[in-house]
């Protein structure tokens, strides 16, 4: 299948997200409903069919729920997931931690409840951020309540992925079955220029007919050139000289590779607004050659480096 573009709502639903540059935005939950319409319908209209959302990014699930009941699209693959509270509760220069994650059965239930009001566009419902010390793998009751809304619905289950240990939460997760039926189909991870550690498992998922959705293209904000993170001046120069030789910007770049290296089924853009958004598309209309993805390969940074970085990166 060819990779298509999907817009997540990680950025569109909440004030404060992992922001390094941060757009200069009215932070009211009024501004961030009108935006969110606005880069909703944008997308839709650019072609966009595949939507990303979380009960975790303040009200990115119900900016969804409500855009889809208005505008009634027959054709869209919407995905959320349940794990994760959003506490911040809009609250500017919130202190304490942003999203709490319990991966119980009563969290199920209960997250459950709000997102299938999505169906029946709802495609896919997954695990967020599934971990091997989450409790996820070996609580049996949730593998079997999530095959009984796999069943009733007919949609995917799937599990989110972040951190070095991304490769072995997938095997872990493969393993997992009730009645001798896998539970989980799809798998949305972090790939990109600099984190590239989970091609092997990735490409393995492809082969197997798993859905796989990758997420962090722009290593959250970091493949803009930045002072702050000098050992990347490297990649920064690479991504300039193809940017400028494609005419489009270093973001379109670092989605082409994650196309042209991997062939997901989707990309998700984390667009906060339609100028990103746009600037994300251009990435549809060029491909890189084998040495600019070779290049490209061996730049990448060593996995434990990258996400401990990505831990120290500020939420505001
Ligand atoms: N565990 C999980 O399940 C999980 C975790 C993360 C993401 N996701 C999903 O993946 C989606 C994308 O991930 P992400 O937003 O965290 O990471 P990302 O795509 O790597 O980074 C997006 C950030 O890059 C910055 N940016 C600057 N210029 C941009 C441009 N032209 N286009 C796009 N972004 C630009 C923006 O931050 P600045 O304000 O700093 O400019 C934006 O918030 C999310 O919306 C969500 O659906 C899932």
């Excluded at 922001?19 to 501004?31: G, L």
């Excluded at 993170?229 to 490297?234: E, N, Q, T």
Aim: proline residues 2%; contains cysteine; neutral net charge.
């Amino acid at each position: 299948m060819k990779t298509q573009l999907g817009l997540g709502l990680a950025a569109i639903g909440r004030p404060e997200y992992i922001n390094i540059k941060k757009e200069n935005i009215n932070q009211s939950e009024t501004a961030f409903r009108e935006n969110a319409m606005r880069v909703l319908d944008n997308a839709y209209s650019s072609g966009i069919r595949m939507f990303d959302t979380a009960p975790s990014y303040g009200k990115g699930e119900s900016f969804l729920i409500d855009w889809q009941t208005s505008r009634q699209h027959q054709d869209v693959f919407l995905s959320t997931k349940w794990g994760y509270t959003y506490m911040a509760n809009w609250e500017l220069g919130y202190a304490g931690k942003h999203e709490i994650k319990e991966h119980s059965s009563a969290k199920l239930l209960e997250q459950w409840q709000t997102s299938k009001q999505l169906l029946p566009q709802l495609k896919l419902y997954q695990v967020h951020s599934a971990t091997l010390d989450s409790g996820i793998f070996e609580n049996k009751t949730v593998h079997r309540q999530l095959l009984e809304i796999k069943k009733e619905t007919g949609l995917k289950i799937g599990i989110t992925t972040s951190g070095a240990q991304q490769s072995e939460i997938i095997e872990k997760a493969l393993e997992i079955e009730v009645d001798n039926e896998a539970v989980f189909d799809s798998f949305q991870v972090t790939y990109n220029v600099f984190e590239q550690s989970t091609f092997a498992i990735l490409k393995q998922l492809l082969d197997m007919q798993k859905t796989v959705i990758v997420k962090e293209a722009m290593a959250n904000g970091r493949v803009f050139p930045n002072d702050v993170f000098s050992h990347y001046l490297d990649m920064y120069g690479v991504l300039k000289t193809l940017s400028k030789k494609y005419k489009v910007g270093v973001d379109a770049v670092a989605i082409r590779f994650i196309i042209d290296s991997l062939q997901p089924d989707f990309v998700l853009s984390g667009a906060l607004t339609t100028q990103q958004l746009q600037d994300n598309l251009k990435a549809l209309s060029f491909h890189l050659n084998p040495t600019e993805i070779q290049q490209l390969k061996t730049m990448a940074c060593k996995s434990n480096a990258y996400w401990s970085e990505r831990s120290e990166l500020h939420w505001q």
